[in-house]
């Protein structure tokens, strides 16, 4: 197995696959900063140039590319709170807040040091989790799926700020949109109004880029200032996020193996990671009352949690053939192209082709990290740019995003509805995170369940993995409220004649 | 003077049949050919339609620029259903969609806006039977075993009416097997996990995804599973022996002919698998060009050697032949029809 390791990376370093794999980060860069594209429509999108590569050619191409789109998604997140990618929705919560504060630098310094931690911590955890991935993989059916998507909806309470109440309403906005569609089974219409176009639900990244990018774009247009209400200071400066990732390094790999988790199981979204992440950033912090308003911690979680799932991802499309992820679904396919065959003989044959994809991701994000770093002071200067000449291109990026998504103009008119949304819930104080958390979740709670109970009848709830992930859901309900609890009450002894 | 106005036509029809080859090739210089693609990017449509697009301008007169385009929804319908109506009628746009489209088309499902009898049809790519395999531990070890034990055996589904619920069904109602499709599944890998973590006996969908995408799971070390029955008249294919063919298991067992019509139903739309198709009004002439180079691109040796390391046998078909299975789905009689629709909703 260590011979296979070796030969993996040594075939990264070979002169035209290094190449090839520049040129792939290069289009993810690009890719990962134009909100919308995406990286499996990326991806997919270069499957016709590997037809004529070897797999390791074309597998540098790809992951090189895929590697840098959740790195690079997150720099728009935080400088202009548009996601690049779906993974990066997270990042804004508390980026955006950070570039207003005239930390942008800071945040991309420490997106991009825990997104190389996360990509690292995933990498490696495939190469470990190779001996024991068949048991592993095998041992999440619907049931489990099921208990995790109940873990994430439990979740919603710590993503809602200050107000509980409306922040569990959002949530179940989010879950009730998420039945728009051709339900699962029967194939029946609900809520498409006789549109096509609604068929499939709605587009996720059309949503979440209407609903957080509109009302900074008009917060802007209305303050009519630049990004940055204050000027960029030491501490706002990269070197400070860098440091804050190793400062804060418990929290940043704990979020990685919650990415790296979440991208092994196959069929439970990589958006919902960074959303756990961040719910556990916020949760693991005695004082909480910074997160929304620019705490780094809020980026530490959801930028290791992204690049760790890719490592992660790549486990069950090799070993099963059963993608882990949408843009892994789309890696099937350049299998399928390279005439390889996903199954045992990735992990026997083909090892050494296998342990240079996890090397390809090490080395994918450690080249885009030190580019971006040498970058990162310009790029944040941008938020110091009178907003009047930026509103104009975020405008266009942000309607681009939703017609790249799918190249149907009925995706941009997702994008302004749910700006429109978005614009009323900032205007209220109702929060976002918990709406989008539920669009997410949605169709994995109503999916499984229903196998769930076609298969096992009602026995399905007493399966070991679904109990456990149950009583790890009550502890993620009461736990905040029990340390509020403890606190108040340390306190209280704290202060005499109290 | 019968003779002279023989020699006249022929002399006619000899000067008129460059003209059309000029007039297409007049037209199609300088412009472009869009092939709108019904799912997004890294489908098998998709990758189809890339595979023979970088060599289809060599075999068009004129050879226009190749732009694919995806528009995904729908199933496909989507794209179906906007270049049936709202696209440009002169060859210029085509779209790339699912032959599953017409199934529902004959189903009177709402969503569908378009007349398959109505597109000119170009081309398809594969002819496809479907079938169905389980588990080694599943408790049976071939179909007659299966239907003479009653032993329910629980295949993963995707959508009702889909193929991979089609199949269990079908064989159910005609030879009284006892299958139990689970809809819900949101993709071919996630329909065969739940075979390989055992959640479920088996599945059914195409052979060719069993014989390619599928192989591990029938040989080598990681084999869990076996064909249990393929749709249609039968393969030559190692996976196939003793394996029986439902066409020819049905006669063979004097089934009626509306039961074999059922199954034909069934199998149809796998038959024209990947089809390329132009909207309704394209002058004659273009329809005709576009499908002799569909068929050219087909074979062409590029295409042919990318299919090949990709596991892909391409079977590719004609328009006209497409158009015929069309007609004929369409043609299912009302009564057989309803027999369909019935059997879906019962599931």
Redesign the interface.
């Known amino acids: 197995m260590l011979e296979a390791f070796i030969t993996g990376l040594l075939q990264v370093f070979d002169q035209t696959t290094f190449l090839l794999m520049v040129v792939g980060i290069f289009l993810g860069f690009i890719v990962g900063i134009l909100p919308g594209i995406g990286s499996?429509?990326a991806?997919?999108?270069m499957?016709?140039f590997i037809?004529e590569m070897d797999p390791v050619q074309a597998f540098a191409f790809l992951l090189g590319m895929y590697a840098v789109t959740g790195t690079t998604g997150d720099i728009t997140s935080i400088l202009f709170g548009v996601p690049g990618e779906v993974v990066s929705t997270a990042t804004i919560i508390d980026g955006h807040p950070m570039a207003k504060k005239g930390e942008a630098g800071r945040a991309l310094g420490a997106a991009l040091m825990s997104s190389l931690v996360g990509a690292i911590v995933g990498a490696f955890s495939l190469a470990l989790a190779i001996p024991i991935v068949t048991p592993l993989?095998?041992?999440?059916?619907?049931p489990e799926f099921f208990s995790l998507a109940i873990l994430g909806i439990c979740f919603l309470a710590a993503l809602s700020g200050d107000n509980k109440l409306k922040g569990v309403l959002a949530g179940g906005l989010g879950l009730v949109l998420s039945t728009v569609g051709?339900d699962?089974?029967?194939?029946i219409?609900r809520y498409t109004f006789?549109l096509?176009?609604l068929?499939?639900g709605v587009g996720l990244i059309a949503a979440a880029v209407g609903l957080f990018a509109v009302p900074e774009i008009v917060e802007l247009w209305v303050k009519g200032s630049a990004i940055a209400e204050t000027k960029v200071g030491k501490l706002g400066g990269v070197w400070q996020g860098v440091k804050d990732t190793f400062i804060h390094i418990g929290l940043t790999v704990r979020c990685s193996m919650i990415g790296t988790f979440f991208g092994l199981v196959?069929?439970v979204s990589a958006a919902l990671s960074q959303w756990v992440s961040y719910a556990h950033a916020v949760q693991s912090t005695r004082d909480r009352s910074g997160f929304g308003k620019g705490d780094v911690r809020g980026v530490l979680g959801p930028g290791a949690a992204n690049n760790s799932g890719i490592g992660a991802a790549m486990i069950?499309t090799v070993a099963?053939?059963?993608?882990g992820s949408a843009t892994t679904?789309?890696l099937?396919?350049a299998f399928?192209?390279?005439?390889l065959?996903?199954?045992?003989?990735m992990l026997t044959e083909h090892l050494a082709l296998t342990f240079s994809f996890v090397w390809l991701i090490v080395i994918s994000n450690i080249i885009t990290v030190a580019l971006c770093l040498m970058f990162l002071k310009h790029l944040a200067k941008i938020t110091q740019v009178r907003g009047s000449l930026l509103i104009p291109s975020l405008f266009m990026l942000i309607f681009l995003a939703g017609f790249a998504n799918?190249?149907?103009y009925f995706a941009m008119a997702t994008t302004l509805v749910f700006g429109v949304m978005g614009v009323i819930m900032v205007n209220h104080g109702w929060p976002r995170p918990p709406l989008v958390l539920g669009l997410v979740l949605g169709s994995l709670v109503e999916?499984n369940l229903?196998?769930s109970y076609?298969?096992y009848g009602l026995w399905f709830l007493t399966r070991p993995i679904v109990m456990v992930t149950f009583g790890v859901a009550l502890v993620v309900i009461f736990l905040p409220g029990l340390q509020d609890w403890m606190a108040k009450r340390a306190k209280l002894q704290e202060e005499p004649g109290a | 003077m019968f003779r002279r106005i023989l020699f006249l036509m022929a002399g006619l029809m000899l000067l008129t049949s460059p003209a059309w080859g000029d007039a297409v090739a007049d037209f199609y210089k300088g412009k472009q050919l869009r092939i709108v693609v019904g799912y997004?990017?890294?489908?098998t449509t998709?990758?189809t339609t890339?595979l023979v697009?970088?060599v289809l301008h060599k075999y068009i007169p004129g050879s226009p620029r190749i732009v694919v385009?995806?528009?995904?929804?729908?199933?496909s319908?989507?794209a179906a259903?906007t270049v049936f109506n709202n696209e440009r009628r002169d060859g210029t746009v085509m779209a790339a969609i699912s032959s599953s489209l017409v199934m529902k088309q004959a189903r009177g499902?709402?969503?569908i806006?378009f007349d398959g009898r109505k597109f000119n049809w170009v081309a398809s790519a594969f002819r496809a039977n479907s079938a169905c395999a389980v588990r080694l531990d599943s408790g049976v070890s071939s179909f007659a075993e299966a239907v003479k034990t009653k032993k329910q055996l629980?295949v993963s589904s995707f959508?009702?009416?889909?193929l991979s619920h089609l199949e269990p069904i079908f064989f159910n109602a005609i030879f009284g097997s006892n299958f139990k499709a689970?809809?819900?599944?949101?993709?071919g890998?996630?329909q065969?996990?739940?075979v390989?973590?055992?959640?479920?006996n088996g599945f059914c969908t195409t052979f060719q995804t069993m014989a390619?995408?599928?192989?591990?799971m029938f040989e080598?070390?990681?084999k869990c599973c076996r064909v249990l029955i393929i749709a249609g008249e039968g393969e030559d294919h190692p996976l196939l022996e003793g394996v029986p063919a439902a066409e020819v298991l049905a006669k063979e067992q004097g089934k009626s002919k509306d039961e074999i019509a059922m199954l034909r139903a069934m199998n149809a739309a796998n038959q024209i698998s990947i089809v390329h198709t132009l909207p309704p009004g394209v002058p004659k002439d273009r329809v005709e060009a576009l499908r002799d180079a569909f068929a050219k691109a087909y074979n062409d040796p590029q295409v042919q050697a990318?299919a090949k390391?990709?596991?892909?046998n391409l079977q590719p078909r004609r328009g006209d032949g497409v158009a015929k299975i069309v007609e004929d789905l369409l043609n299912t009689p009302k009564p057989l029809m309803d027999r369909i629709k019935e059997l879906i909703d019962k599931g």
């Open positions: 499996p429509g991806v997919a999108l499957l016709p037809f993989v095998l041992s999440f059916k619907s051709l699962y089974q029967e194939n219409e006789g096509v176009h068929w499939e196959p069929g069950p099963f053939g059963v993608p679904a789309i099937l396919g399928i192209i390279q005439g065959q996903p199954g045992p003989k799918t190249g149907s999916r229903f196998i076609e298969i | 997004g990017p890294g489908g998709d990758l890339r697009a970088p385009q995806n528009k995904a929804g729908g199933g319908a989507l259903n499902v709402a969503g806006r629980i959508d009702k009416g889909g689970v809809t819900g599944f949101p993709s890998g996630a065969r996990l739940a390989k973590n055992g959640e479920v390619s995408t599928e192989i591990a080598g070390e990681g990318l390391k990709q596991n892909r």
